[in-house]
């Protein structure tokens, strides 16, 4: 009798752990996982957001940033160094800033991957830098036309930066770079499950 009430008492008790109040609601345990796995998906758009817009006051003018070439060509090697250089000076400042945020985060980061960051936006250099053109590019969006032919106005700036992932990784092999370096600056956009891809990636979004 007892065994059969204790079995019945079992039936009717909740796991006190199953739910929770908040503000007088009942939530479920793991309400809490689901609000934390929302707010950050909220805030990395946000961070984003905060970031594209720093790089925006930055690329005004190219009197407005100094990138730290010397530093940079410390960490490259042959053609690298001169497409480093023919680059505009707003889009070598920031992959000095995404190399060494990866540094930070990754002290023993693979020197091959470090390079990739310096150099991981140098098909953008096909085009000439406009900011107005690269602001519009992100309040108009529309299709992304193909790679070819170059394209002229907003949409060649769309196209650029849909494409400019491979068209630096066709810059790169073309002046004799190691294919891991290719690969890694033509996955920056879409890492996979590539470790340093990812890792080029997060750096990329954070700065």
């Given at each position: ?28 345990a ?34 407005f ?28 400042d920031?992959g ?21 960051a ?21 309040l ?31 810059m ?36």
């Amino acid at each position: 009798m007892r065994a059969a009430a204790g079995a019945r008492g079992t039936r009717g008790v909740r796991d006190p752990r199953a739910h929770r109040r908040h503000r007088g609601r009942s939530i479920p345990a793991d309400g809490g996982a689901r609000a934390t796995a929302g707010t950050l998906a909220r805030v990395k758009p946000l961070a984003w957001t905060w970031n594209a817009g720093v790089r925006a006051v930055r690329g005004i003018h190219p009197r407005f940033v100094r990138p730290d070439d010397a530093w940079a060509e410390r960490h490259l090697v042959g053609g690298e160094r001169e497409l480093y250089r023919s680059m505009d000076p707003r889009e070598r400042d920031h992959g000095v800033r995404v190399a060494r945020t990866l540094v930070r985060r990754t002290p023993d980061a693979d020197p091959t991957l470090v390079r990739a960051a310096l150099l991981h936006d140098v098909g953008k250099s096909v085009r000439r830098y406009a900011v107005y053109e690269r602001i519009l590019v992100h309040l108009l969006p529309g299709p992304v036309p193909p790679p070819d032919p170059p394209r002229r106005g907003v949409v060649g700036a769309r196209q650029v930066a849909a494409h400019h992932p491979a068209y630096g990784a066709a810059m790169l092999r073309a002046a004799g770079a190691p294919e891991r370096l290719v690969d890694l600056v033509a996955r920056h956009h879409a890492p996979g499950a590539d470790p340093g891809a990812r890792a080029l990636h997060d750096a990329d979004r954070r700065t």
